[in-house]
């Protein structure tokens, strides 16, 4: 129970949703703070939501329309709902294990380790952004830093994985507002200083009574005209699943 999936590394990063609301106080520079807020923004015990990720290359656009239920930090069904294309694909995830079902084929597929770095549903998220189980507070070091073009309203923190902790990138630069901590970008570094990957953070909003920011865009750095933004349309927390939601016999029901 002590390790927590890091949305900000995965896709999930649209999986889990924060059960405590955080309001700045006089410690508002202690980074272990801020980085517990990040860490924890999109968490919950129990979450439903739906979702929209629209998928943006340089030859096509498209927009999957999904319901995404979490449980625990282990458990994740989702189900898309269009477009008609898709209807029906699912994907399950039992801790590092993962099947999708595809309802054309009428096959359910398990994930292996060869393709876990291969995009899901042609989005900027990879297989193995929906199984990584690390989380910022525990697997990185961390410090305040101060950017050349820092802005006043914001902090930064610089984070790097702690020696032994197989993860793809070998620095993350986050900034979050000053008042709140609510995060506004996170630029990711390979291990050689590249910058790889950024997420934008956009249109906070209240979702299910928490201040979320309900649009996230993730551009990759080494795919031109490419990026992938995901928009939060209705939430739930802490609520009652039925067991039977996270089950093979579920992937294939197509409800």
């Not at 239920?69 to 993962?98: D, N």
Request: glycine residues 4%; charged residues 25%; proline residues 6%.
């Amino acid at each position: 129970m002590h390790r927590k999936t890091n949305l900000l590394l995965i896709s999930v990063v649209f999986l889990y949703f924060t059960a405590i609301e955080w309001t700045p106080t006089a410690s508002a520079q202690n980074v272990e703070e801020v980085v517990r807020k990040i860490d924890e923004l999109y968490r919950a015990d129990s979450s439903y939501t739906e979702v929209d990720m629209e998928i943006v290359t340089p030859h096509w656009k498209r927009t999957l329309r999904m319901k995404v239920w979490t449980e625990g930090k282990r458990k994740t069904f989702i189900r898309i709902l269009a477009p008609p294309k898709e209807e029906g694909v699912a994907t399950l995830r039992l801790g590092s294990e993962m099947w999708n079902f595809l309802p054309r084929a009428n096959k359910v597929i398990k994930i292996p380790p060869s393709m876990m770095m291969g995009s899901w549903m042609g989005s900027d998220f990879t297989n193995d952004d929906l199984v990584k189980e690390f989380t910022l507070l525990d697997d990185y070091t961390y410090e305040f830093v101060r950017p050349q073009d820092a802005q006043p309203q914001l902090l930064y923190i610089a984070l790097t994985p702690k020696e032994g902790i197989p993860v793809v990138w070998g620095k993350i630069v986050a900034a979050v507002q000053k008042e709140n901590y609510l995060p506004v970008w996170d630029r990711y570094y390979d291990e050689k200083g590249k910058l790889m990957r950024i997420i934008d953070f956009k249109d906070n909003k209240r979702l299910g009574g928490r201040l979320i920011p309900s649009v996230m865009e993730v551009i990759p750095q080494n795919k031109e005209g490419q990026k992938t933004m995901m928009r939060y349309l209705q939430a739930e927390f802490d609520i009652k699943l039925p067991d039977e939601i996270f089950s093979l016999r579920n992937l294939q029901s197509g409800q």
